[in-house]
């Protein structure tokens, strides 16, 4: 049962107040077909929406089923539409981009009735109307009597309680006039059914109730109704419009734009095409850099040494340059660098940990050890001492100066190739040098001649290896291959004075004949090609299974002893700090602790997971016990990246600027479609749509355009590749180097959207607080 007590409603424009409803008090019966009559501006259309909910009434009560609506929120009376009140209004309002069941589907959209009951419900108010055999057609493509009968079943679907109809024949002929009226009028034996007219005949033909109406008043009412006090029985069921419904009513109006929504997503996906571009240019050269460098690093070593520069407190020690107030004094303080150094404390437990690294991240490794091998050969039939060392043999005087030297150096460090862990996968020499005469090394007293790209040698390797040459003299590979040393033993190799002190014994056919390790020089070798690093100096390279051998054999030989007892030199009679004794110890052979070990991972990406493996036995440890390594390729990569990065960032912000010009411009579009669609926004609200669900349907819209737009720039911008492409070939002779990230395209594409939904967003909330009543009256 619906009742107005006392309602009032008023408009003010500028100084003038118009009384559009003056003390109305009436009450409706359940099920009657009331006719309101009266001359225009009268406030009998103003009655109707403020029943409907269109309108607000100022004072007064409107009770429905008991239920007073004096404290109803915006929500409520958008309930209160939908699954009371079915409007048809004099022109229809249909939605023109929608077929015929999908506007009569509409409310029930918002009522979240289930798609199946939705459509059955639907074809029943159709069938009810006689349009069964018009679902799938448009609006236009109906006669104004078959559009009245639309928006009947429109309004009968959710089947209402009231019916409100606003000159429901006033564009109709009279035949068709009468068609709807008797449908109306059958419609009236369910329902309460109110009609506002014009036309007093058809109101005396077919209304059960004739309200006269003037000047805001009801002057005559044929059937008064005066009702019985009644309890609250009136339940509200919340509306919402779900988002895919919403993506779909805005997808059926785009696709009545086609072309006009083409060329907005083009100008919108400008944005995206430029930074889809540059990301893709970057993409690719930094793909060329990281392929180049994998080549030309992927084997650089990571080098641990017995002291070492901890980048993390360089870092920290970085002073700003501002200056400091001068308060009279000077700060003494250790040079940073010094501070920076750090002291790696190898151990043999150490050791085991790398020798136990995966063989499938890095297979070969190589232990530097500071021995120096007493070596003996044969030089044009005279034995004589021979080195492994590139050092001017002019410059060293004599052998204890030599081996004073070779203390101060603690080796020859790369001419020692890397162990290779597991000989299937194949060894570090092979894989990186070309073979030039003889043989690869198969045992430990197996030697090789490292040359460089052209062939050449240092020339004081080959002076102390007893070759009597000149500047670019040349060399038969058969005198080198096959050549033979001796390395002779600490005991049969020194003597020791009465002082105490050391001395190199007389060279002599016996000393080289009992020398038990025999070296054979096995082949020469080179780098593989122009690109290949260097890995090992050229020289004399060796195993380091020869190192350890040495070691082992001298040990425990009388000068490693008297060395350890003695804070002199036994060689010098020097007197040595800590690090000169261990340093003269390791020279010795009288101990087994790498000064240096370099790690070799099998390629660029394993690299990671050695430096993860080397960082787990740092994990847990102080500072002082911790192992700091040293990875020069992943600084020369992070150099090279970051520059790129750098001007990508700044290409890609200058391209964005479009992105934004792109959001303004979709905001402009989305008020222009708010406009277009200001009578469907009057029609959703009459349907009961909430502010939030005519927000949401033109989001949806933008929300379309955005993905449209995205997916289409990243499509032309792949497109653009080829001739990019072509063109970057024909300048650098590099290959496919604009490449577009699949990631990257989605999150640009992810961008567009979230860019055109804000640039529309606004639009949006301001079609959302349209009021209905004046938004249905707009053409």
């Not at 109307?129 to 009947?152: D, Y």
């Not at 059958?186 to 309460?192: A, M, V």
């Not at 289409?712 to 063109?727: E, H, K, V, W």
């Amino acid at each position: 049962m619906l009742q107005l007590k006392h309602i009032f409603k008023s408009y003010k424009v500028g100084d003038n107040v118009t009384h559009a409803l003056d003390d109305v008090t009436i009450s409706f019966r359940d099920q009657e077909f009331v006719a309101i009559l009266g001359p225009s501006g009268s406030g009998k259309t103003t009655m109707l929406n403020v029943i409907g909910g269109l309108d607000r009434y100022d004072k007064g009560d409107l009770i429905i089923n008991g239920k007073s609506t004096k404290n109803f929120k915006e929500t409520d009376w958008d309930a209160y539409r939908n699954n009371t009140v079915g409007f048809i209004f004099q022109n229809y309002n249909l939605i023109p981009h929608l077929s015929i069941i999908a506007n009569v589907e509409l409310g029930m959209d918002l009522s979240g009735v289930p798609a199946k009951k939705r459509r059955e419900k639907a074809l029943n108010a159709l069938t009810q109307v006689g349009l069964k055999e018009h679902i799938n057609k448009r609006p236009n493509q109906l006669s104004g009597g078959q559009m009245q009968r639309v928006a009947i079943a429109r309004a009968l679907a959710n089947d209402p309680d009231i019916l409100l109809c606003d000159e429901p024949t006033g564009a109709l002929d009279t035949e068709t006039s009468v068609q709807i009226m008797k449908l109306i009028k059958k419609l009236s034996k369910d329902r309460l059914v109110i009609m506002v007219t014009h036309n007093p005949e058809l109101a005396e033909q077919y209304a059960t109730r004739i309200v006269n109406f003037q000047d805001g008043k009801i002057r005559h009412d044929s059937q008064p109704f005066e009702p019985q006090e009644e309890n609250d029985q009136f339940n509200l069921k919340r509306t919402k419009m779900s988002y895919w419904n919403a993506i779909k009513l805005s997808f059926t109006n785009i696709m009545t734009k086609k072309g006009r929504t083409i060329l907005t997503a083009f100008a919108s996906s400008i944005g995206i095409i430029s930074i889809a571009v540059v990301l893709a240019i970057s993409n690719g050269f930094q793909k060329q850099i990281n392929t180049t460098m994998s080549k030309a690093l992927a084997k650089y070593p990571i080098s641990i040494s017995q002291t070492a520069t901890d980048i993390t407190t360089a870092n920290q020690r970085k002073e700003s340059d501002k200056n400091v107030k001068n308060r009279g004094y000077i700060t003494a303080q250790k040079d940073q660098n010094q501070q920076a150094q750090h002291t790696n404390k190898i151990t043999e437990k150490y050791v085991d940990y790398i020798k136990n690294i995966n063989p499938n991240y890095a297979n070969n490794i190589s232990y530097q050890r500071g021995v120096n091998l007493n070596l003996l050969s044969k030089v044009n039939g005279k034995i004589e001492r021979v080195q492994f060392s590139n050092a001017d043999p002019d410059q060293s005087a004599s052998i204890v100066q030599m081996r004073a030297q070779a203390m101060s150096t603690m080796g020859i460090g790369t001419s020692v190739f890397p162990t290779t862990l597991n000989k299937n996968k194949g060894s570090f020499l092979k894989q990186n040098y070309q073979l030039l005469s003889g043989s690869w090394p198969t045992k430990a007293t197996d030697l090789v001649l490292v040359t460089d790209n052209k062939n050449t040698v240092n020339i004081n390797s080959l002076k102390n290896l007893g070759f009597d040459v000149d500047d670019n003299d040349q060399v038969k590979f058969d005198k080198l291959v096959g050549k033979t040393f001796r390395v002779v033993s600490n005991n049969d190799y020194y003597q020791e004075l009465p002082t105490g002190m050391f001395i190199p014994k007389k060279i002599s056919q016996s000393m080289f004949d009992n020398a038990k390790t025999k070296l054979r020089l096995a082949g020469v070798i080179r780098p593989k090609n122009s690109d290949s690093m260097a890995l090992l100096s050229t020289g004399i390279a060796y195993s380091d299974q020869l190192s350890k051998q040495v070691i082992d054999d001298n040990m425990n030989s009388a000068i490693v002893k008297a060395q350890k007892k003695s804070n002199r030199s036994v060689l010098t009679n020097q007197k040595l700090n800590a690090n000169e004794k261990k340093a003269t110890m390791q020279t010795l052979g009288g101990s087994s602790i790498p000064t240096g070990i370099m790690i070799y991972p099998n390629n660029f990406d394993d690299k990671d997971k050695v430096l993860d493996y080397l960082d787990k036995w740092n994990k847990g440890k102080k500072k002082a016990d911790k192992i700091v390594y040293t990875d020069m390729s992943s600084a020369v990569t992070s150099m090279t990246g970051g520059l790129l990065s750098g001007i990508t960032t700044i290409l890609v912000a200058f391209a964005a600027i479009s992105l934004i010009t792109s959001m303004i411009m979709i905001g402009i579009l989305t008020y222009t479609s708010v406009l277009e669609r200001t009578k469907e926004i009057g029609v959703l609200k009459a349907l009961g749509a909430r502010k939030k669900d005519i927000t949401r349907v033109f989001d949806a819209e933008t929300f379309i355009l955005g993905v449209f737009s995205g997916v289409l720039g990243i499509f032309i911008a792949y497109l653009l590749t080829f001739p990019i492409n072509s063109i970057i070939y024909k300048l650098t002779d590099l290959a496919n180097v604009a490449q577009l990230d699949p990631m990257a395209a989605l999150i640009l594409i992810i961008v567009s959207t979230v860019l055109t939904l804000l640039g529309g967003h606004i639009p949006a909330r301001m079609a959302a607080k349209k009021d209905a009543a004046i938004a249905l009256r707009s053409e």
